[in-house]
């Protein structure tokens, strides 16, 4: 790769990760091609150079955003060995630290209401991203009729717990919410009981 190249990459890379901040803080409406482009460090003029509209950073930045974490998750359920990656992708989804870690975590509580009143492009890309949790999590769950099915419930109780938990962060009812979801997916899966967290 050439030094202009990489020069140009490294600019990329850092309008979405500006974005992605402003995204999970603001959410897209909120946020302007000023701000975004303010917050890489880089003039607005330089942004087409980059992406088409708007609506092209921004629906760009809930599939690279949504899959980073999810592939973290994942990834590191599979390493861990205590468990069934499965459970082990429930437990820290529905952890404090996932919760208390906006800006690292899942984006589906910050973006799903806006994307909905927002329409396309956005519901196809967030369409897309769901569908690949959905397949991962369908095969950790392993074969069987059953198994996508329980994937959609799964992930439906994952992020309604995550949601109601950070929309009351700081009160007992948040942490009840995660400690609840956790073993509710733990006895639907016949995982057994979950781990209670240490406070």
Not at 41 to 55: N, R
Not at 82 to 92: D, E, I, K, N, Q
């Amino acid at each position: 790769m050439s030094q202009k190249a990489e020069q140009k990459q490294k600019s990329h890379d850092a309008i979405l990760e500006s974005a992605a901040a402003l995204l999970l803080e603001r959410g897209i409406r909120a946020s302007s091609v000023m701000d975004v482009m303010k917050g890489a460090g880089l003039t607005v003029g330089g942004f087409y150079g980059h992406f088409e509209s708007k609506e092209h950073l921004f629906t760009e930045t809930i599939r690279r955003t949504a899959r980073a974490m999810w592939s973290g998750l994942i990834q590191g359920a599979v390493r861990e060995t205590s468990r069934p990656p499965v459970l082990s992708v429930l437990y820290r989804y529905l952890s404090r630290k996932h919760r208390d870690n906006v800006e690292t975590g899942c984006p589906l509580p910050s973006i799903t209401s806006e994307v909905a009143r927002e329409g396309e492009p956005y519901r196809e890309a967030l369409e897309e991203e769901l569908a690949g949790f959905i397949q991962d999590l369908s095969g950790l769950l392993g074969p069987g009729e059953k198994s996508r099915e329980n994937a959609l419930a799964l992930l439906a109780l994952m992020y309604g717990a995550l949601s109601l938990a950070r929309a009351v962060r700081g009160t007992r009812l948040s942490d009840e919410f995660l400690e609840a979801a956790r073993k509710f997916g733990a006895r639907a899966l016949d995982g057994g009981p979950a781990p209670s967290e240490s406070r």
